[in-house]
């Protein structure tokens, strides 16, 4: 199916009629971004790209999709009826990120986005994959903002919390995004460096995969990274940040004990029922949404 490249004008008419269109993909080397109206669908699955195979499976591949070039992100429309980020969560890798996204997801109050591509692929645009330096300007500012409150958008009344959590490799550009959202809560689950590595040699991220090269020079301007060498880049950048910008927390406060501590961390003060169906997820797998299994506490 041919989708749709529409103008700049024609994009805000339909970004003004349709309050679930968001940005799902950039395709950096044609700069264009891919829009689709995701309606009110609530994203539970604990992953972005999840959540939108789940709504184009609902909509029978009828979804309401288009692109337009990347500099539409230059508009100031994005500001309206957008929530502004509550929190960022950066993580190693296995610490239970996806466990705590699902965790928030299950209230109807909170928008999560998990690892969604346009804001990893928004990298690869600004910096050529990685082959130009990072360049922290105003219009490169200004179009993450506006990227990131196009994905926030407040699609149904019940949402008032936007968090967003990040693929790893982000914590590369922490200084960047605390300075376009300076003041916004972040933290950063953490593990002893030797688990993160065990764990990624049974099952390498996908952003590590030998097809994703051009995200791995991103971190560390190698296509073919050690793994070992990730994790130290990683670790390093982290430990770079004061805690009052950055609040370190271990994986093992992922926890139903923990949830509350981090909840505090991110100024989010959860009514007694609330809570309680927060911590009801950690009574399942996170990285099963269908034939959830049980696991161990």
């Known amino acids: 199916m041919k989708i749709e490249h529409l103008s700049t004008s024609s994009f805000l008419t339909e970004y003004h009629?349709?309050?679930?269109?968001?940005?799902?993909?950039?395709?950096?080397?044609?700069?264009?971004?891919?829009?689709?109206?995701?309606?009110?669908?609530?994203f539970f699955e604990g992953f972005f790209q999840r959540s939108i195979?789940?709504?184009?499976?609902?909509?029978?591949?009828?979804?309401?999709?288009?692109?337009?070039?990347?500099?539409?992100?230059?508009?100031d429309i994005f500001e309206n009826g957008a929530l502004h980020p509550d929190g960022f969560i950066f993580h190693a890798g296995r610490c239970r990120s996806t466990l705590l996204v699902k965790a928030l997801a299950r209230l109807q109050q909170h928008l999560v986005l998990s690892e969604p591509a346009p804001l990893n692929q928004f990298w690869q645009v600004i910096t050529d994959n990685g082959t130009k330096p990072l360049v922290q300007n105003t219009s490169n500012q200004n179009r993450y903002r506006n990227l990131l409150l196009a994905m926030g958008r407040r699609r149904s009344e019940a949402e008032t919390h936007f968090f967003i959590k990040l693929t790893s490799f982000n914590i590369r550009f922490f200084g960047f995004i605390n300075a376009v959202f300076p003041g916004t809560p972040a933290i950063v689950l953490m593990r002893d460096a030797d688990a993160i590595i065990t764990s990624f040699e049974k099952k390498v991220p996908e952003w590590l995969v030998p097809d994703n090269h051009d995200v791995s020079k991103l971190l560390l301007g190698n296509a073919c990274p050690d793994l070992k060498e990730v994790v130290k880049t990683f670790l390093d950048e982290a430990a770079s940040h004061p805690p009052e910008q950055l609040k370190h927390f271990n994986y093992d406060n992922v926890s139903p004990e923990g949830l509350e501590l981090i909840l505090k961390h991110l100024n989010i003060n959860a009514a007694e029922k609330q809570l309680d169906l927060m911590k009801r997820e950690f009574l399942f797998d996170s990285k099963t949404d269908v034939n959830r299994q049980r696991r161990i506490i």
């Open 17 to 42: 009629n349709r309050a679930g269109l968001i940005p799902v993909n950039i395709q950096p080397a044609a700069g264009m971004i891919t829009w689709m109206d995701v309606e009110k669908y609530h």
């Open 53 to 75: 195979n789940t709504f184009q499976a609902i909509k029978r591949g009828e979804a309401i999709t288009f692109t337009t070039d990347f500099d539409v992100l230059d508009s």
